[in-house]
């Protein structure tokens, strides 16, 4: 149990924990910053796409949900990553093939988080009612027309497009940073 407690905190147990915590902390932050300044064209895009034009005002609607999940999600993300890779990279595999093996793990890891932000989000961008007003609203309404696989909707195509990407990315992330490393 303590351990635990010491994972949450990101204190440094031995040192198994203390970088992926960094990670995810700073992965935390940097997805919301980025969140809060790329959303108002996220509401945009979102109405743009279900025919909706834009609007005055309610180019943050939704965010809210985006500050919690993704907060959430980009810690999972990173952290996962980094502390996927350490392991697989400690048992012998390759730099590379760890790198994009973690990519694989944070992915499917942090889905199931980031589908249902971006359910609960889209629906707060483009339907103004009260059904969809807040997060709570938003969950209520889906979980009683669909159930929990309202949450999901789109997960798989989430699955099939992101996953290969995070892993690729990832790798090849790690692989020009190495580059560049040596390069200097």
């Not at 935390?28 to 996220?42: F, R, S």
């Not at 609960?120 to 209520?140: D, G, I, M, W």
């Not at 789109?154 to 040596?182: I, N, V």
């Amino acid at each position: 149990k303590l351990q635990f407690l010491y994972l949450i905190a990101g204190v440094n147990v031995a040192g198994l924990f203390a970088e992926p915590m960094e990670d995810a902390y700073a992965g935390c932050l940097a997805g919301l910053i980025a969140a809060a300044v790329t959303h108002p064209m996220d509401t945009l895009k979102a109405r743009k796409i279900v025919g909706l034009g834009p609007q005055a005002g309610g180019l943050y609607r939704g965010f809210g949900t985006v500050a919690l999940f993704c907060s959430v999600g980009n810690g999972i993300y990173f952290g996962s990553y980094e502390y996927a890779k350490e392991r697989l990279e400690a048992r012998g595999m390759g730099p590379l093939a760890a790198a994009f093996t973690a990519g694989l793990v944070a992915n499917t890891a942090t889905l199931t988080v980031w589908v249902p932000q971006d359910v609960l989000k889209e629906r707060q961008q483009v339907f103004n009612t009260p059904a969809y007003r807040s997060l709570t609203s938003s969950a209520r309404t889906i979980l009683a027309e669909h159930g929990v696989k309202g949450m999901y909707r789109g997960a798989h195509l989430s699955f099939l497009m992101y996953t290969p990407l995070c892993a690729m990315y990832f790798m090849l992330y790690e692989w020009y940073k190495a580059r560049l490393c040596d390069y200097r």
